[in-house]
């Protein structure tokens, strides 16, 4: 697996990481955790090194998952959890980045994740109660204390990012991007070029849909959170096809599968970007591994741009409720 730094802070990880969250969370119910302990132990055999996480993914569940599965790697791979958001007393997520509960969340993640300091510790999203300042500066106390590497923002704003950066370097941004969601490119992408911080896209397969296995008659288990996604209703779905078209017929061409056109495409944008498509398969994560080995000419990528800009994505890309909690 080629490796890559995220921007100009040294930290160096496989091209393409593994998203966690699914193995126990969002995507209906979780599967066996001795499966999934071997499925992530089988990535780092193949040359993964960048594992994602979070808190609130169970929640708690998932960084416990991840933190057995890793034991016998430690200093042999990047581990990324994030803080700063909670659960409240009606079962809702709420932000929560006040600097106590940051060192909290810290101390509480070192614990699950089996490590004596967290690799990147991003802040979840960004909370509108507390100045990006005091944040960026909890953190930075947590990486003079050794107990965090680095310091990270999930789905920030510009200024958000430029305020954060200048109390504490941040390592990378991750926010979803993707042929289907390509709001990073309005700004965000050209200011982490500026400042020399890595991106790290999260849902790069759109959440399965540019995998070319989902269509509108595909049905989700009830507590599948894709049931919500305005994005995922079966009129959406028909209609978003043409970009899974789209990215079929390139995979014919490169004798590759619509799935690696799509992380293949974003390895292309920046050369310190680095997906962390999820998944709950053996098979698909050596399909997902293998986009690392595909390469798309510049005139690949003409036509891509050429053709997918003549495609109208139809749906949000979460409820309204979610949306507003993104890019503050």
């Known amino acids: 697996m080629q490796k890559r730094k995220l921007g100009k802070s040294g930290l160096e990880v496989s091209a393409i990481g ?5 193995m126990s969370y969002a995507y209906g119910p979780a599967p066996d955790k001795k499966e999934m302990i071997a499925l992530i132990r089988e990535a780092v055999g193949r040359g993964v090194t960048f ?11 998932n960084e ?17 959890t994030k803080f700063g958001l909670k659960i409240d007393s009606n079962g809702k997520q709420v932000a929560d980045s006040l600097p106590e509960h940051i060192r909290q969340s810290a101390e509480e993640s070192l614990k699950r994740l089996r490590v004596d300091a967290i690799d990147l510790f991003y802040q979840h999203r960004v909370d509108p109660k507390v ?12 990486i003079r204390e050794g107990k965090v590497k680095h310091f990270g923002l999930s789905e920030a704003g510009l200024q958000t990012i430029r305020r954060a950066n200048a109390v504490q370097p941040v390592t990378a941004v991750q926010s979803e991007y993707s042929l289907w969601w390509r709001r990073p490119e309005e700004g965000v992408l050209s200011t982490l070029e500026e400042l020399g911080i ?21 049905t989700f288990d009830s ?7 305005p994005r995922f209703t079966p009129e959406a779905r028909s209609a978003n096809l043409a970009l899974v078209d789209l990215l079929r017929k390139i995979a014919e061409r490169k004798k590759a599968t619509p799935a690696k056109i799509a992380l293949a495409w974003l390895l292309a944008q920046k050369p310190w970007i680095v997906p962390i498509p999820g998944t709950r398969k053996l ?12 390469e798309l000419t510049s005139e690949d990528l003409r036509e ?11 749906g949000a890309r979460y409820p309204e409720e979610l949306e507003k909690r993104t890019g503050l």
């Open 51 to 61: 594992f994602d996480t979070a808190q609130i993914y169970g929640p708690f569940t």
């Open 198 to 218: 890595g991106f790290v896209p999260f849902s790069p397969l759109g959440k399965g849909f540019l995998t070319g296995k989902i269509d509108e008659k595909t």
């Open 223 to 229: 507590s599948d959170f894709r049931n919500i996604v």
């Open 304 to 314: 891509i741009d050429s053709a997918a800009a003549k495609i109208t994505i139809q």
């Open 283 to 294: 098979e698909r994560l050596e399909e997902n591994i293998g986009a690392a080995a595909v």
């Open 131 to 142: 100045p990006i300042e005091d944040v960026a500066g909890a953190v930075k106390d947590l």
């Open 18 to 22: 593994l998203g966690c969250m699914g």
């Open 64 to 80: 416990e998952l991840v933190g057995e599965a890793l034991a016998p790697f430690r200093g042999q791979v990047v581990i990324a």
